[in-house]
């Protein structure tokens, strides 16, 4: 989409902070057709980077910018005519899209502080005291300056080649850091979240400038980094993302028909949604409907528009800002719409800046962090609750129930009745109540057998009431029964198991079922499970196994067995991956089928069998996921020296290894089968394998030259179990070295 740049208007210049616009210059500026343009490619989701890598390098002179693996598989990069062209005729390119420039919008309490509860908050008050939260917070802007007010751990940076340089050479992100999380040190300002850990995930330069792929990087780093005390949960709890591009809401997370129109940047917001993360942003600095911007059109963030609060109190009672906004009242050059959620004090913020000062900035910029620090809190909240982390969902719900409607309304474009409520973070206390939620969110239940669903409960505002829990949904034929009726004590959190017994035989099928709780005979919750039920025995099913074979791209080598059906002429098997409808995989007489399976997919898997003519009944396989520990981001416990290192055609791309006999890498999983890949080579020695305690192999890595992505070891199981593989370094003379590129395994539920 191409339209023309706004002009700044000279009264608003040192107020607003600039809006970032990409794909808001004169047609024709981008040379999106002339050689040596910028252009981002998107891979096909079992593509490996690394291999497409070498291919565009080696047969195309492409020389990749930046690389993604995280939010989406791809890569920049300038490219020729004839390269596009090449490219869009690869069947691992999904698309080729324009990399558009990009620009910059523009210790006492800060009158916003005070304005949005956070003095005190439902956390902290602020006091002094100068405590560091135990929570993270992407600055996704132009980096952060170290200052001795903000608590930084740490960063990335996209703009160049120079990971690690990430200080802030502009101003802006420093300033917004502020906002969101300064500390509570005496000194300088206080943001809403006082020392919460700030990472500064630079993606503009020192003039306000930068591109689309920088932006994507930045989300993608985030979305790659793991908490290092739960290696299955993000590091961070919130993204702050003050900026804005010329986009509307797909409704689809970014797929789209062609290979020119994917908006790539709202696939990789919804990848950051869905791997936990809050996504926090600005809604612009134009006067016009958010629906125009993005990511603050999009429905996967929390988008945040701007009021006038000079006095840090409500009751429009202060001095009009600068802008000449009313206090308590709507800023002019806010946008507006349904796309807004909440408003916050964004017209004259003191916060911190580089070289230890401190100034003021204007604009949704600086509104958008004092609600990405309200969200944090948020998740302070839950934990210190001994809830679950919340979804990004949650987090949304608690802060727009919270919100405030103490603000002038009446100015809002739209109208009071449509204005978006004000982030109120003293109001996040809970009421009374209680939540519950049940796990795995779907089971597969076999004839005769008994399937658990693990029920937590939470209580919320000091409710201590008993809860009664029961299934709903559940068939009233002979052999369906609740094992129990579970009742949650009067006290505290806690989780409970939920046991459902089967019937032998009967027709299978798939259940929707709600697990209810009730309190005090009224007040009641629920969560939805699906049960899929089928009526053959254990042994019949389609089971899924890892085979022993090179791994090509990200996808692992694998195989569906199933048994023999008297008579049977063919069979037929269907695959479901994601939940999404079944698909054909293939027809034929044998009774196995390769196939090559996307780590953390959840696949399931049917056959059925052709006997005099008709085709039998369906038989339902477990729910499948492969699960690949790799390199330094692993479950996997690693015992004596280790050492780390990037090798582009490994599996992991930063493969683990050891020289030490007597080292070794060990991992405890539930599934039923299980592969080792490693990289074979001159130097590479003799590792010995353990399974379950028992040594079951000893395994050369000797090789004339170097093999990588090699399965060196598989075991398979009849039915899941726990299991652990253990890899224990021998050596041998003269090539000491044992590769641990990644273990995979294959869970079932």
Request: proline share 5%; hydrophobic share 40%; net charge neutral.
């Amino acid at each position: 989409m191409t339209s023309h740049r706004r002009s700044s208007q000279a009264s608003l210049a040192l107020l607003l902070c600039a809006v970032l616009l990409a794909g808001a210059l004169p047609a024709g500026t981008l040379a999106r057709d002339a050689d040596g343009g910028r252009w981002i490619v998107q891979l096909r989701e079992d593509a490996s980077v690394s291999a497409a890598l070498g291919r565009a390098r080696e047969r195309h002179g492409i020389r990749p910018e930046r690389t993604f693996k995280s939010v989406l598989r791809g890569y920049s990069a300038r490219l020729t005519q004839a390269q596009r062209a090449a490219l869009l005729t690869d069947p691992g390119v999904i698309a080729v899209v324009p990399d558009e420039p990009v620009a910059l919008e523009n210790q006492s309490v800060p009158p916003g502080i005070s304005r949005v509860g956070a003095n005190p908050s439902a956390v902290r008050s602020v006091d002094g005291s100068n405590p560091e939260l135990d929570v993270d917070i992407a600055i996704v802007d132009t980096g952060i300056s170290n200052h001795p007010d903000l608590n930084v751990a740490g960063g990335y940076n996209c703009t160049t080649d120079e990971a690690n340089a990430w200080g802030d050479e502009h101003s802006h992100g420093t300033h917004v850091a502020g906002a969101a999380a300064a500390r509570d040190n005496g000194i300088g300002v206080v943001g809403v979240a006082p020392g919460a850990r700030l990472w500064a995930i630079k993606v503009m330069d020192a003039s306000g400038g930068g591109f689309v792929s920088w932006l994507i990087c930045g989300i993608d780093w985030v979305a790659g980094q793991r908490d290092p005390r739960d290696s299955s949960q993000p590091l961070f709890e919130v993204a702050n993302m003050s900026l804005s591009v010329f986009a509307s809401d797909d409704g689809n997370c970014g797929q789209a028909a062609t290979a020119t129109a994917y908006d790539l940047l709202h696939r990789a917001i919804c990848r950051l949604n869905r791997a936990g993360v809050t996504n926090v942003v600005a809604a612009g600095n134009y006067s016009e409907n958010a629906a125009n911007r993005a990511p603050a059109a999009y429905g996967e963030v929390i988008t945040v528009g701007a009021i006038c609060d000079s006095d840090g109190r409500s009751g429009g009672s202060g001095a009009a800002c600068a802008s000449g906004s009313l206090d308590d009242g709507w800023a002019s050059f806010s946008n507006y719409g349904a796309a807004l959620d909440l408003v916050a004090p964004g017209v004259e913020i003191w916060s911190t800046m580089p070289n230890n000062a401190y100034g003021f900035k204007s604009g949704t910029s600086l509104a958008t962090p004092h609600v990405a620090g309200g969200a944090a809190l948020y998740y302070l909240l839950e934990r210190a609750a001994g809830r679950p982390r919340p979804s990004p969902e949650d987090v949304r719900a608690a802060l727009l129930a919270s919100g405030s409607s103490a603000w002038r309304r009446q100015t809002y474009p739209l109208g009071a009745a449509q204005a978006p409520p004000l982030l109120d973070v003293s109001q996040l206390t809970p009421g009374a109540g209680f939540r519950i939620g049940a796990t795995p969110g779907s089971r597969l239940g076999l004839s005769g057998h008994q399937v658990f669903f693990d029920v937590w409960t939470g209580r919320t505002g000091g409710h201590a009431a008993a809860v009664e829990l029961a299934v709903n949904g559940l068939p009233s034929g002979a052999g369906w029964a609740v094992a129990g009726s579970p009742t949650v004590a009067a006290q505290g959190d806690s989780w409970r198991r939920i046991t459902v017994n089967l019937p032998s035989g009967g027709t299978g099928g798939t259940f929707n079922l709600a697990i209810t709780g009730t309190s005090n005979g009224a007040t009641s919750q629920s969560a939805a499970v699906t049960l899929a039920f089928d009526a053959f025995a254990a042994g019949s099913i389609p089971r899924l196994n890892l085979r022993p074979d090179v791994v090509t791209g990200v996808a692992v080598p694998a195989v569906v067995k199933w048994t023999r059906v008297s008579d049977a002429t063919q069979y037929e098997l269907q695959a479901s991956r994601d939940g999404e409808p079944w698909s054909l995989v293939a027809r034929k007489a044998g009774l196995k089928h390769k196939l090559a399976v996307w780590p953390s997919a959840l696949y399931r898997f049917r056959v059925r069998a052709m006997v005099g003519g008709r085709w039998r009944a369906w038989r339902t396989s477990y729910a499948y996921t492969a699960t690949p520990e790799m390199g330094n981001d692993t479950h996997a416990v690693l015992t004596g020296a280790w050492q780390f290192e990037t090798i582009s055609n490994a599996y992991s791309e930063k493969t683990s290894f050891s020289t030490q006999p007597g080292a070794s890498a060990r991992l405890d999983f539930h599934g039923r089968s299980v592969s080792w890949i490693a990289s074979r080579g001159p130097t590479r020695g003799q590792a010995r394998v353990y399974i379950d305690g028992r040594l079951v192999a000893t395994i050369d890595l000797h090789a004339s030259s170097l093999q990588h992505r090699r399965t060196v070891y598989r075991k398979s199981w009849a039915n899941p179990g726990n299991h652990r593989i253990e890899i224990v370094v021998v050596g041998t003379p003269g090539r000491p070295r044992v590769d641990v590129d990644a273990l995979v395994f294959i869970g079932a539920e």
